[in-house]
């Protein structure tokens, strides 16, 4: 099973909303998150080793959702599962709805994308393996699975370097940039897509409730970088640090 | 914070962002979703691998060496969009077809133009009049890019007057021996298929005309030099040279005598799918001096800021919009059935024409730069001035239009209403039409006689075509 995300496409110059609410995203190119397409990558290549018989993908939010499971239709996944949720998710809810979608699938391996560019929360992964109890693999740069024994080795990208696990599936796995090249949905792909199955489901189906422990407070550009300033002697520096920017 | 900008640096800015701009230019009031993801997914493929060698291509006037652009675009599904599933084809119509085109004549002009000749000229003229055995025998090849199409009508003595043509097939043992030359014909270097008409009967006019299918290497067949062009650099054209070539008999198209059928029908879609290249052309403009325009300042503003460049802009838009809003209109009624040679002319004739006017604007909102080979607006007018010429010149178009308006709206009976919607036609006026249903095959066109006027409706599931009655003869068919 995938989890996708739609966001505002990685090309497009972010505006923030005037009320400062958040950013821009009416008349704005929207596409599958980049981690979401390497993760859907990575699942359409395991089925295609032949150690996954189907290739599940799963978007949660407002009905415009359906286009980015088409694209991944398109990619090759084999249906696509639509939560419809009319406002925007938290990790923690997405985390707990894919629990419920994974009681009812019963997947050998859910494989999300590290982090999502819009909100860049890196969570989602890490909350849903917690609330499962399943081993997690994040920021993988390499995944081999071993169907006999029923585990996946994973290389995670960590700041120290290269950390290797064993995971016992089911497992969680994020992807990060370097695990592979996402594919082009082929034009055959595309037409296909159009017959292949979209399930909905509510969030009362799926009995969750959202619940926002988090309120946005305001949303603004970081700031302009100013110009620099080129002094004429030691003696102004030490006076600017020490007056203006008040660090000595 | 002022940046003083050079001028290789700018051009290099440019491209960098034109992934970035290019990005709100589909048009979601004309494609569902589906039609959307496919242009999106043709959109990528041509901005990776033939957009890099746009400029090569024009310089060098010819096809980039170190990849096979043929074969790429053959593993991509491009070339038999309208070809069925058999073949190796994808079995859709023609909007995805044009859809295809503006997007990889946006990447390239030329590549764009040549892909034409090759997907409808050729495939789709095999695909529409081909036998079993023919199609067996060339789509698959050449839907794969393996082999490369062409087709070949006109002449060094007839171009806009294409029935003269003086190219002969005299009957022989087993099948006919061509003699004569053809002109300006798209892919002719390249090509291993062609499509080439010639007169079986020259004493019999439009009617002595006859298709042929020749392959490159039958004896007697021969490519002369390739044509230095002024823009389209790169779709390779040439003249062909037939000097007792023998063609076998199983390698007529359609039938003997009838090759003008095929010829006129194919020169409808020809048109339709062709009018989407211009429509890529006026993107690729927009895509050029969009970025152009925040990039470059001017008295202490960006130019883009100016009335001036802003007007021009806003008409480069309109103009790309409407011209592109009438293609896919018209391609989508050709998909329904509804083949009408009007609108067929009709959106080639101004969308060629727009997009010339479209690339002189860009030039002009590139000021100094649009006059310099690095920026891509040069290369851009060049390619955009071949499609009022090519496939009919703009004239000819015309003159198909404002002859079938005028036939049509004839004295003194009930004026010919022809509402060609989606959901019904409606005819009152002096004769009947026969109501068929036909998406291929030949496409043929009789007069109305004098029977009494009825109104009929018919259903987007069936198509219908008018068939013009012989009497009509050469006039209706001095026309390319």
Same mark, same amino acid.
Request: proline share 3%; aromatic share 6%.
């Given at each position: 099973?995938?989890?996708?995300?739609?966001?505002?496409?990685? +090309?497009?110059?972010?505006?923030? &909303?005037?009320?400062? !609410? $958040?950013?821009?995203?009416?008349? /704005?190119?929207? =596409? @599958?998150? #980049?981690?979401?397409?390497? +993760?859907?990558?990575?699942?359409? &290549?395991?089925?295609? !080793? $032949?150690?996954?018989?189907?290739? /599940?993908?799963? =978007? @949660?939010? #407002?009905?415009?959702?359906?286009?980015?499971?088409?694209?991944?239709?398109?990619?090759?996944a084999d249906r696509a599962i639509h939560v419809e949720a009319?406002?925007?998710?938290?990790?923690?809810?997405?985390?707990?709805?894919?629990?419920?979608?994974?009681?009812?699938?019963?997947?050998?391996?859910?494989?999300?994308?590290?982090?999502?560019?819009?909100?860049?929360?890196?969570?989602?992964?890490?909350?849903?393996?917690?609330?499962?109890?399943?081993?997690?693999?994040?920021?993988?740069?390499?995944?081999?699975?071993?169907?006999?024994?029923?585990?996946?080795?994973?290389?995670?990208?960590?700041?120290?370097?290269?950390?290797?696990?064993?995971?016992?599936?089911?497992?969680?796995?994020?992807?990060?940039?370097?695990?592979?090249?996402?594919?082009?949905?082929?034009?055959?792909?595309?037409?296909?897509?159009?017959?292949?199955?979209?399930?909905?489901?509510?969030?009362?189906?799926?009995?969750?409730?959202?619940?926002?422990?988090?309120e946005v407070v305001q949303v603004t550009e970081p700031p302009?970088?100013?110009?620099?300033?080129?002094?004429?002697?030691?003696?102004?520096?030490?006076?600017?640090?020490?007056?203006?920017?008040?660090?000595? | 914070?002022?940046?003083?900008?050079?001028?290789?640096?700018?051009?290099?800015?440019?491209?960098?962002?034109?992934?970035?701009?290019?990005?709100?230019?589909?048009?979601?009031?004309?494609?569902?979703?589906?039609?959307?993801?496919?242009?999106?997914?043709?959109?990528?493929?041509?901005?990776?691998?033939?957009?890099?060698?746009?400029?090569?291509?024009?310089?060098?006037?010819?096809?980039?060496?170190?990849?096979?652009?043929?074969?790429?675009?053959?593993?991509?599904?491009?070339?038999?969009?309208?070809?069925?599933?058999?073949?190796?084809?994808?079995?859709?119509?023609?909007?995805?077809?044009?859809?295809?085109?503006?997007?990889?004549?946006?990447?390239?002009?030329?590549?764009?133009?040549?892909?034409?000749?090759?997907?409808?000229?050729?495939?789709?003229?095999?695909?529409?009049?081909?036998?079993?055995?023919?199609?067996?025998?060339?789509?698959?090849?050449?839907?794969?890019?393996?082999?490369?199409?062409?087709?070949?009508?006109?002449?060094?003595?007839?171009?806009?007057?294409?029935?003269?043509?003086?190219?002969?097939?005299?009957?022989?043992?087993?099948?006919?021996?061509?003699?004569?030359?053809?002109?300006?014909?798209?892919?002719?270097?390249?090509?291993?298929?062609?499509?080439?008409?010639?007169?079986?009967?020259?004493?019999?006019?439009?009617?002595?005309?006859?298709?042929?299918?020749?392959?490159?290497?039958?004896?007697?067949?021969?490519?002369?030099?390739?044509?230095?062009?002024?823009?389209?650099?790169?779709?390779?054209?040439?003249?062909?040279?037939?000097?007792?070539?023998?063609?076998?008999?199983?390698?007529?198209?359609?039938?003997?005598?009838?090759?003008?059928?095929?010829?006129?029908?194919?020169?409808?879609?020809?048109?339709?799918?062709?009018?989407?290249?211009?429509?890529?052309?006026?993107?690729?403009?927009?895509?050029?001096?969009?970025?152009?325009?925040?990039?470059?300042?001017?008295?202490?503003?960006?130019?883009?800021?100016?009335?001036?460049?802003?007007?021009?802009?806003?008409?480069?838009?309109?103009?790309?919009?409407?011209?592109?809003?009438?293609?896919?209109?018209?391609?989508?009624?050709?998909?329904?059935?509804?083949?009408?040679?009007?609108?067929?002319?009709?959106?080639?004739?101004?969308?060629?024409?727009?997009?010339?006017?479209?690339?002189?604007?860009?030039?002009?909102?590139?000021?100094?730069?649009?006059?310099?080979?690095?920026?891509?607006?040069?290369?851009?007018?060049?390619?955009?001035?071949?499609?009022?010429i090519g496939a009919g010149t703009s004239e000819i178009r015309?003159?198909?239009?404002?002859?079938?308006?005028?036939?049509?709206?004839?004295?003194?009976?009930?004026?010919?209403?022809?509402?060609?919607?989606?959901?019904?036609?409606?005819?009152?006026?002096?004769?009947?039409?026969?109501?068929?249903?036909?998406?291929?095959?030949?496409?043929?066109?009789?007069?109305?006689?004098?029977?009494?006027?009825?109104?009929?409706?018919?259903?987007?599931?069936?198509?219908?075509?008018?068939?013009?009655?012989?009497?009509?003869?050469?006039?209706?068919?001095?026309?390319?």
């Open positions: 099973m995938v989890a996708v995300k739609r966001v505002v496409d990685y +090309a497009v110059k972010i505006r923030v &909303k005037p009320d400062k !609410s $958040g950013v821009e995203t009416q008349n /704005v190119k929207m =596409s @599958m998150n #980049p981690f979401c397409e390497i +993760a859907l990558e990575e699942a359409l &290549k395991i089925k295609e !080793s $032949g150690l996954a018989k189907e290739v /599940v993908a799963v =978007s @949660m939010g #407002p009905s415009n959702c359906v286009d980015t499971l088409r694209t991944g239709l398109a990619m090759g009319s406002r925007d998710l938290v990790p923690l809810t997405v985390a707990k709805l894919l629990k419920k979608l994974v009681e009812i699938e019963n997947p050998g391996l859910l494989i999300l994308g590290k982090q999502a560019i819009d909100d860049d929360c890196n969570q989602t992964g890490q909350m849903i393996a917690g609330l499962l109890g399943w081993p997690q693999g994040t920021f993988a740069s390499k995944v081999v699975l071993d169907k006999e024994k029923q585990v996946a080795t994973v290389d995670r990208e960590v700041d120290g370097g290269l950390e290797t696990l064993c995971l016992d599936l089911p497992a969680v796995i994020t992807t990060d940039l370097r695990l592979n090249q996402p594919r082009y949905a082929t034009l055959p792909n595309i037409m296909k897509a159009k017959s292949k199955p979209i399930k909905k489901f509510t969030l009362e189906e799926l009995n969750v409730e959202i619940k926002s422990d988090l302009k970088r100013k110009a620099g300033v080129i002094l004429s002697s030691v003696d102004e520096l030490i006076d600017k640090l020490k007056n203006e920017a008040h660090v000595i | 914070m002022q940046r003083i900008i050079a001028a290789s640096s700018l051009c290099s800015k440019i491209l960098r962002k034109e992934r970035q701009r290019a990005l709100f230019s589909s048009s979601s009031l004309l494609f569902d979703d589906t039609q959307l993801q496919f242009k999106q997914s043709v959109r990528q493929f041509a901005h990776e691998n033939i957009a890099p060698h746009a400029s090569k291509i024009d310089q060098s006037n010819s096809f980039p060496k170190e990849v096979n652009l043929w074969k790429l675009m053959g593993d991509f599904n491009l070339h038999g969009i309208t070809a069925p599933e058999e073949y190796g084809g994808l079995g859709l119509g023609y909007l995805y077809h044009c859809i295809a085109m503006e997007e990889i004549s946006r990447a390239s002009g030329s590549v764009g133009l040549s892909y034409g000749a090759h997907s409808n000229l050729c495939i789709n003229q095999l695909v529409r009049n081909g036998s079993a055995a023919q199609k067996e025998k060339y789509l698959p090849k050449l839907i794969s890019g393996e082999h490369v199409g062409a087709l070949a009508m006109s002449e060094p003595n007839a171009g806009s007057d294409v029935v003269s043509m003086k190219c002969k097939a005299d009957r022989v043992d087993g099948g006919y021996l061509l003699n004569g030359n053809k002109m300006w014909c798209t892919n002719g270097p390249s090509a291993q298929t062609l499509v080439v008409y010639a007169k079986t009967d020259v004493t019999a006019g439009s009617k002595g005309i006859t298709a042929f299918i020749i392959e490159k290497g039958m004896p007697g067949y021969s490519t002369a030099q390739k044509l230095d062009k002024l823009g389209m650099r790169g779709s390779d054209t040439c003249e062909l040279v037939f000097e007792n070539c023998f063609v076998p008999e199983e390698n007529v198209l359609g039938k003997e005598g009838k090759g003008v059928y095929v010829l006129m029908s194919g020169l409808d879609l020809e048109r339709l799918v062709l009018s989407a290249g211009p429509i890529g052309i006026m993107q690729a403009c927009l895509d050029v001096v969009l970025p152009y325009i925040r990039e470059r300042s001017q008295f202490g503003r960006p130019i883009g800021e100016f009335q001036l460049i802003q007007g021009k802009v806003a008409d480069m838009y309109t103009s790309l919009q409407s011209s592109r809003s009438y293609v896919y209109s018209v391609a989508r009624d050709c998909d329904s059935g509804r083949v009408d040679p009007k609108d067929c002319a009709g959106v080639i004739l101004s969308a060629a024409e727009r997009a010339t006017q479209v690339a002189l604007q860009a030039i002009q909102c590139l000021g100094g730069n649009g006059y310099v080979n690095e920026y891509a607006t040069g290369r851009l007018l060049r390619d955009a001035k071949l499609y009022e015309r003159m198909v239009i404002g002859r079938e308006l005028f036939k049509q709206h004839s004295s003194n009976q009930a004026a010919l209403l022809v509402n060609l919607s989606a959901s019904e036609v409606e005819v009152g006026r002096r004769g009947t039409v026969e109501n068929k249903a036909r998406l291929d095959g030949s496409y043929k066109a009789k007069s109305l006689s004098n029977q009494t006027a009825s109104s009929w409706k018919s259903t987007p599931a069936k198509g219908f075509h008018m068939e013009w009655c012989q009497s009509f003869g050469n006039r209706w068919f001095m026309e390319s």
